[in-house]
C-alpha cells in the first residue's frame, strides 16, 4: 500500500510517502514568507500547494499513478469523533468556510481530494483520501464542557493526531488495543494539549488552541480571569493586542523574549536561575494539567504519555516525572510525527484496526 501523506504549515508544505509504514521519502518544503504575503487568505494558496507537491513529487521520481491512498492533515470544520475519514466534497466545503476560524491546516484535505482524483484517472484504480484525527476531533464527555458560564461552552481543540497517534503506538507494542486501556497523554510544543483518553476516546482536553492549560513556549494558558477582564478594558490594549498575549506573544516569548525550548534549556543548563524558574513553572502547570486529569479518570491511569518537541528535552522531562510517577508510570514518544501518524492512521484503518468514519 504506497500511501502519500500531505502536511501543510505556516511556512513549509512537509510531503512523505510510506510503503504500509516504512518511509521510503519525506520532504519538508519551505515557503518564503514573502511570496505567501501575496495571498489574500488561507484557501487562495491551494493553487500554490498543490503544485508545489505535484512538482516535488515528480523531481523525487514518484509517479502520482502508483499512489494507492493520499493522508492530508485535517482542518477546522465541525467538530467529529476521533478516527479515520474518507474526504468528501461536505468535508471540503465545510473547510472552505470554517466556523472555527482560518488555519493552514485547511488546505490539507482539498489537496489530498485533488491528487486522489488524479491518481484514480491516470491509474484507473479508485484512489481514496483520507484525513486522520483532526484538531477539531470533540469525544469530550458532557460533564467536561461546562464553563461556569452558560453562554460559554468548553471546546475541544487539541494535537489530536499525534495524541492518539502515540496513545496506539503504546498499545500496539504491548500487544493490546488503544480501547483497552485509559492514558493521560500531554503533547508538549508550541502548544500543550492535555487530554485523558478513556477507552479510546478523550474525555476531557485543554482548548491547547487559546488560552486553557499551561502556558506554553508562545500561549498564555489559563490566565486570573478577573484580571484578564481588567486588562480588556483598560483602554490600554485593542482586542488583537490582548488575543496575540494569549497566542503568539504568551508564556516564555513574555517571560524571556523567545519561543525556543531548545533555547530556554540551554540557558538553564548553563545555570541561569531566572530562565530556570520559568521553565520549572511551565513543567509545573504541565504536571498539574496531568493530576487534574487523573481525577477525570477516577485515578485508573494506565499509563501518562509525554510527547510532542519538548519531550527531547530530557531535564523538562524529568521535572515532570517528579511530581505525577505516583499516578502511573510515565512513558515518552518525543516529536510529533505527524506525517507517520497521518500514514499509519490510513493503514490501520483500511486494516479495520482503526474506526473509518463518513463525515456528514
Known amino acids: 500500500m504506497k500511501i502519500l501523506a500531505i502536511n501543510p504549515g505556516s511556512t513549509s508544505t512537509k510531503v512523505a510517502v510510506y510503503e504500509d509504514t516504512k518511509e521510503i521519502l519525506t520532504v519538508n518544503i519551505k515557503h518564503d514568507v514573502e511570496e505567501l504575503a501575496g495571498f489574500t487568505c488561507v484557501f487562495d494558496q491551494y493553487d500554490f500547494r498543490k503544485n508545489i507537491v505535484l512538482k516535488k513529487l515528480e523531481e523525487e521520481g514518484i509517479d502520482v499513478a502508483s499512489l494507492d491512498v493520499i493522508a492530508g492533515r485535517g482542518g477546522l470544520h ?24 482560518e488555519h493552514v491546516c485547511n488546505l490539507g484535505a482539498p489537496i489530498a481530494y485533488e491528487i486522489a482524483k488524479e491518481a484514480s484517472k491516470l491509474s484507473g484504480k479508485n484512489v481514496k483520501a483520507y484525513t486522520v484525527d483532526t484538531s477539531v476531533v470533540d469525544e469530550m464527555e458532557p460533564i467536561a464542557k461546562f464553563s ?35 492514558y493521560i497523554v500531554a503533547h508538549m510544543g508550541g502548544g500543550i494539549s492535555i487530554g485523558a483518553h478513556r477507552n479510546g476516546r ?43 498575549k494569549i497566542k503568539g506573544n504568551g508564556g516564555l516569548v513574555a517571560y524571556l523574549g523567545t519561543n525556543s525550548a531548545y533555547e530556554v534549556e540551554q540557558r538553564v543548563k548553563s545555570g ?89
Not at 478516527?83 to 473547510?95: Q, R
Not at 486529569?293 to 519531550?311: E, P, R, S, W
Request: net charge negative; charged share 25%; aromatic share 10%.
Open 202 to 244: 478523550v474525555i476531557d482536553v485543554n482548548n491547547a488552541l487559546n488560552g486553557e492549560g499551561p502556558f506554553t513556549p508562545e500561549r498564555s494558558g489559563g490566565v486570573p480571569v478577573g484580571q484578564l477582564v481588567n486588562m480588556c478594558f483598560s483602554g490600554e490594549y485593542t482586542k488583537a493586542e490582548i488575543m496575540k
Open 272 to 360: 541561569d536561575k531566572e530562565w530556570e524558574l520559568v521553565y520549572r513553572a511551565m513543567a509545573y502547570q504541565v504536571a498539574k494539567g496531568i493530576g487534574a486529569l487523573a481525577a477525570a479518570l477516577d485515578g485508573k491511569v494506565d499509563v501518562i504519555i509525554l510527547t510532542g518537541g519538548i519531550a527531547y528535552d530530557k531535564m523538562f522531562v524529568g521535572w515532570i516525572k517528579e511530581k505525577v510517577s505516583f499516578i502511573a508510570d510515565v512513558e515518552v514518544f518525543p516529536g510529533e510525527d505527524e506525517m507517520k501518524a497521518l500514514a499509519e492512521g490510513c493503514y490501520y484503518g483500511i486494516k479495520g484496526e482503526i474506526p473509518v468514519h463518513v463525515y456528514e
Open 148 to 182: 461556569g458560564m452558560p453562554e460559554i461552552e468548553r471546546r475541544s481543540i487539541f494535537h489530536a493526531l499525534n495524541q492518539k497517534a502515540v496513545a496506539r503506538r503504546y498499545a500496539r507494542e504491548r500487544g493490546k488495543k488503544y480501547e483497552d486501556l485509559n
Open 78 to 101: 465541525k467538530p467529529i469523533l476521533g478516527g479515520v475519514y474518507e474526504i468528501n466534497p461536505l468535508m471540503i466545503d465545510d473547510i472552505k468556510h470554517p466556523k472555527i476560524g
